[in-house]
């Protein structure tokens, strides 16, 4: 937490975990001052499924829109923290957050099953379809978690993915909670314009609740 901020985001480096075989962070740089230029300038090579990101409904559907076509602000604006306590990983299901009152249109679902972004670990926790549905219900828009995917490691169907499409559901995965209590903030987790990708990095942070966006 910096002041009143809290940066949500992994830092992000060629040891940030990513689903196995997919693209690591990696850096080539192109000019540098110790080579003897005037500037340093460097290209990125990553999965844009990479740390704190925002998945596109084309990612999981192909009926579905690319990140650039994506309504900002279902990543702008007022949210709220849940911590879902389990005794071992598995699907969060409506039972889960039962007796919690849904105050915000934009939901992050702390679980602490990640704990480390640079290590990974395939028994984290994910989302039930029928909890994607029930938040629908509840006005959601945008459901965040602190894992890699709204789906267990293993899945093929994808069905809580699935099931952010039927619903017209926003998606924010990696996400680092650890540090953040339950309640409400506003939140800005904004995806880059990537046209065609199906994901995007996001820079995401807490602000206090409803606070002005400056």
């Not at 009143?4 to 985001?9: E, N």
């Not at 230029?37 to 499924?49: D, K």
């Not at 994506?70 to 969060?92: A, H, N, T």
């Not at 309640?183 to 606070?211: K, M, N, Q, W």
Request: aromatic share 6%.
């Amino acid at each position: 937490m910096q002041g009143l901020l809290y940066d949500i985001s992994p830092k992000l480096t060629p040891r940030t975990a990513v689903f196995p075989g997919d693209t690591p962070l990696s850096q080539k740089t192109l000019l540098s001052f110790k080579a003897g230029h005037h500037l340093m300038l460097s290209a990125l090579e990553s999965t844009v499924h990479l740390g704190a990101h925002a998945d596109a409904p084309c990612h999981y559907n192909s009926a579905g829109e690319d990140i650039s076509d994506r309504d900002l602000r279902r990543y702008l604006g007022l949210c709220q923290v849940i911590s879902v306590q389990m005794d071992k990983p598995g699907r969060i299901t409506v039972a889960h957050v039962a007796g919690r009152m849904v105050t915000a249109p934009r939901i992050l679902f702390r679980t602490n099953s990640f704990p480390d972004p640079e290590h990974w670990r395939e028994d984290f926790c994910s989302l039930s379809p029928e909890l994607v549905a029930w938040l629908a219900g509840q006005g959601v828009v945008t459901v965040g978690i602190d894992t890699p995917s709204v789906d267990p490691h293993n899945s093929k169907l994808l069905e809580s993915h699935q099931a952010l499409f039927k619903h017209d559901l926003a998606v924010l995965e990696g996400l680092v909670l650890t540090q953040v209590p339950d309640g409400e903030y506003t939140l800005l987790a904004l995806p880059l314009p990537l046209v065609g990708f199906d994901a995007s990095p996001v820079r995401a942070i807490l602000l206090p609740p409803r606070s002005p966006i400056v």
